[in-house]
């Protein structure tokens, strides 16, 4: 079930992921293994086991999931941080993106959500964690750890070792996608030489919104993730008026990733 779970959340990457350094065209560096904490094939152990510090006080695995990739991320920034703010996205099994924060606060970019658009993560991380506001993929840092969260909650539900009952555990990955599309689209306005010159950058964001959706579109039906709210969050904005320039702006960029 390992396998086919990769295959279904990651039908975008080619070869052998956990060794590329280059994948569609985005440079990855390699994130060296640390530990054997934890002794299955499981998403679970391909985060676990990268961080020096994992959460492993938390009991659920998708949340220990969640913030053991912040641990590592954090790891990541200050061992490559040099003279210019940078953050790192750790991404199962062993790998990370690692990109220059651009040059805007992150408060611009709730001016580019609508209320239609806004969940009920919004106030707490687009409103809220201002301390955060000079780095504004603080916002990117907690999309890929609630992809990364649901990837193992979908992993586990596959392997028959899911203990935990419902929890919008793949919401996450649809709600922050919009958010990191606002993101863009803020950058775009207040960092236009940052926008257009950092090639590598979007491309990041367009195959993440693929991870996020598919992600989503796999764990979705679950038993343990269903929920009607996140179905009517995604119809209404792929409908409303309200959203339709963030719409427009990931056709032209993303290729509509997830508008049909």
């Given at each position: 079930m390992f396998i086919k779970t990769l295959t279904l959340l990651l039908t975008?990457?080619?070869g052998q992921i956990g060794y590329a350094t280059t994948i569609n065209g985005i440079e990855f560096i390699e994130v060296d293994r640390v530990s054997d904490r934890v002794k299955e094939e499981s998403i679970y152990a391909d985060i676990i086991n990268f961080a020096k510090k994992p959460t492993l006080g938390i009991r659920n695995r998708m949340t220990c999931a969640h913030e053991t990739t912040h641990m590592i991320n954090a790891e990541l920034r200050n061992k490559l941080q040099k003279d210019k703010k940078i953050n790192a996205f750790y991404l199962p099994p062993g790998w990370a993106f690692v990109v220059e924060e651009p040059n805007m606060r992150k408060s611009r970019v709730a001016e580019f959500i609508p209320s239609e658009a806004r969940g009920n993560r919004y106030k707490l991380y687009v409103q809220g964690s201002k301390s955060w506001d000079d780095r504004p993929l603080y916002l990117v840092d907690e999309w890929c750890a609630y992809i990364n969260g649901a990837m193992v909650g979908i992993?586990?539900?596959?392997?028959?070792?899911y203990k935990d009952g419902w929890t919008d555990g793949v919401s996450g990955c649809l709600e922050m996608s919009m958010y990191c599309v606002a993101l863009c689209m803020a950058i775009e306005k207040y960092d236009n030489d940052y926008w257009q010159n950092n090639k590598q950058f979007?491309?990041?964001?367009?195959?993440?919104?693929q991870r996020a959706y598919n992600t989503y579109m796999v764990g979705k039906d679950y038993k343990a993730f269903k929920w009607n709210r996140q179905e009517q969050f995604l119809k209404r904005f792929r409908e409303s008026n309200a959203t339709k320039d963030m719409r427009d702006f990931m056709t032209k960029h993303f290729n509509g990733i997830g508008l049909r």
């Open positions: 975008i990457l080619v992993n586990d539900v596959d392997n028959g070792v979007r491309l990041f964001v367009n195959w993440n919104l």
